[in-house]
């Protein structure tokens, strides 16, 4: 171990009585815990209470001592906030309790030793515990200063389940909860149980106490520290070590990182920086990117040029993700619905591997708006590969990676994307033909209620008459099994023209349609005639061709799923 890192096993009560400020930097993630850890924390503690209870190990923790104008010992914390931050909710909901009750001299007790602290730089009294700057006001107006428990649930109330913010003040109504249930849930009086807590972090919870001189020295460590029940993300790793870097440029690093946060609330990051990574025409696996990026970003300049990238692509890549984001309305109006359909096609697909290249081409759009029309074009026959490739043919996607990835590439450098060059140079080899594709569909089985109202609603906008109803969007449609999922007596006439039974035909694609939600439900798992006259009435032309039939066996199941595949050869086809 370099001689910039040290370590000893302490207790957590000793390590923060002895400190008189931690120090949670900006860079760090947000509070992240739920019900889960922070109950799991408390339940540990809980096993510490009794006179010979254990002795619990929470793991180790970093960080990094700070200099101070008036000799106060200050930590930054580089990993363990997690952790740390429940204790000091876990105290401060304690010392609510017991002035409450006005047991003074113990509620002091805790104040004095764990949780008012020293300012570092003017040696004024203050919260021992300085959170990051999401979390900080929180912590300190409703937690530290005892607001009233009706007030914390007034103002978690105010905030998404998921807010860091509600997930805080959440753990202190948790702790706060616990601890005024003691008498019930351990028949200990609470100044008993305060004593018990007390005894048990100052002499029953140990933890490694790891110090490092510099930041840098942290990251050697992040890659097998991990928090207690949540594991320290690639993005956290990433951001950290990219933040450190950037710091002389600090407010617009952070800055970015709030843009990029903002930007990714409802998708995955961690995919995210593996596609933006493989945009730039660099493969990587997940578990090697923070290894992958160590090497490519090593000073200032570079992570500044790294977080501008992210920042932008971040906002593509939800965009990406959402038919409906304002992103879309920017572009030319009659580009607009072509890709609308696609992303909504891509939603419906569960596919986001073509990410990868339409990242690298909305870089180049964003400077080049005069190519909207290829745009257009390029995401419309990334569908229909995708459709051909992966939906109906099942050909694995690992072989799609590279060629993604050396399409973004070829992308970046030409500053240009169109689609007919980009199929015939990265994606013609392991495109299905016709036949292929032809006999895929016509076999085709899914249980994908998505994959199958988009299917059969573009089969259905294929085959209307101008001017016809096109399929309706995809929440206003449901799938109806024409023979239903759990058929009713009046399918037993035709069971035995179901050698196999009525399993082997239910998700094939023929046996499907699409119908209005009500509309479905009214004629539920009734017969093939009480069906057919409901299909006849449909606004939508597939619908209403079911009702051509005269009954509904796998002649007519085989039957109109290969004029399905038929019409599928032309609808998805790349140039």
């Known amino acids: 171990m370099p001689r910039s890192i040290s370590c000893e096993v302490v207790t957590l009560g000793r390590l923060i009585s002895t400190t008189d400020s931690f120090h949670i930097p900006p860079f760090q993630r947000n509070y992240a815990w739920g019900e889960k850890q922070y109950s799991a924390f ?6 510490t209470f009794d006179d010979k209870g254990d002795e619990i190990f929470i793991g180790a923790s970093v960080f990094k001592p700070a200099p101070s104008a008036n000799g106060a010992r200050q930590l930054v914390v580089i990993d363990g906030q997690q ?22 001299v113990l509620a002091s007790r805790i104040e004095d030793e764990f949780l008012r602290g020293v300012d570092p730089e003017t040696g004024k009294p203050g919260a021992r515990f300085n959170l990051n700057a999401a979390n900080k006001d929180t912590f300190d107006d409703h937690i530290y200063k005892l607001s009233e428990i009706s007030v914390v649930h007034e103002q978690k109330k105010g905030k998404r389940s998921s807010n860091t913010n509600a997930l805080l003040l959440s753990c202190f109504m948790f702790m706060h909860k616990k601890i005024g249930l003691a008498r019930r849930l351990y028949g200990y009086t609470l100044e008993e149980l305060g004593e018990k807590v007390l005894r048990s972090l100052n002499d029953r919870v140990t933890l490694i106490h790891i110090s490092v001189a510099d930041d840098l020295n942290a990251y050697l460590l992040f890659e097998t520290l991990n928090e207690r029940g949540l594991e320290l993300s690639q993005f956290d790793i990433l951001k950290n070590y990219v933040l450190t870097l950037a710091r002389p440029n600090i407010a617009r690093a952070l800055a970015a990182w709030v843009t990029i946060e903002n930007n990714l609330r409802s998708t995955s990051v961690a995919a995210f920086l593996r596609q933006h990574w493989a945009s730039r025409g660099k493969i990587i696996e997940e578990k090697h990117l923070f290894e992958e990026l160590k090497r490519a970003i090593t ?21 990406l993700h959402d038919p409906h984001h304002l992103y879309w309305r920017k572009r030319p109006t009659h580009t607009q619905a072509a890709v ?40 419309s026959m990334l569908v229909s590969f995708t459709v051909r490739y992966t939906t109906i043919c ?35 080899p ?74 082997g035909y239910i998700y094939r694609l023929g046996n499907m349609t699409l119908m ?34 005269e009954k509904w066996t796998p002649k007519e199941i085989d039957q109109r799923q290969k004029w399905m595949a038929t019409v599928a050869v032309q609808v998805w086809r790349c140039p």
């Open 516 to 549: 209005a939600p009500g509309e479905n439900q009214k004629i539920g798992n009734a017969g093939f005639e009480e069906k057919r006259a409901a299909y006849v009435q449909d606004a939508l032309e597939i619908t209403r061709r079911v009702a051509e039939a």
């Open 83 to 104: 952790r740390l931050t429940t204790a000091a909710v876990l105290l401060s909901a304690l010392r609510h309790h017991l002035r409450a009750r006005h047991l003074d």
């Open 299 to 319: 000073d200032t300049r570079e992570a500044m040029l790294y977080l501008e990238s992210i920042e932008r692509s971040s906002l593509h890549y939800a965009a």
């Open 394 to 428: 099942g050909l694995p996607p690992s072989r799609l990676a590279l060629n993604y990835s050396k399409a973004a590439a070829f992308i970046r450098r030409e500053q240009a994307f169109n689609a007919a060059t980009i199929f015939e140079k990265f994606l013609a």
């Open 430 to 503: 392991l495109y299905p033909g016709d036949d292929a594709f032809f006999a895929a569909f016509r076999n085709k089985e899914t249980q994908d209620n998505a994959i199958c109202r988009y299917l059969i609603g573009k089969i259905n906008d294929a085959i209307s008459p101008a001017g016809a109803e096109q399929a309706p969007a995809h929440d206003l449609t449901s799938v109806d099994h024409i023979l239903p999922q759990n058929p009713s007596v009046a399918w037993l006439d035709v069971k035995r023209q179901f050698r196999d039974g009525f399993r």
């Open 340 to 379: 609308i359909s696609a992303v909504n096609a891509f939603r419906s697909l569960g596919a986001s591997q073509p990410f990868v290249t339409l990242l690298a081409a909305l870089d180049v759009l964003d400077d080049a708006p005069e190519m909207a029309e290829d745009f257009a074009e390029l995401i």
């Open 42 to 47: 408390w339940d540990d503690l809980a096993r």
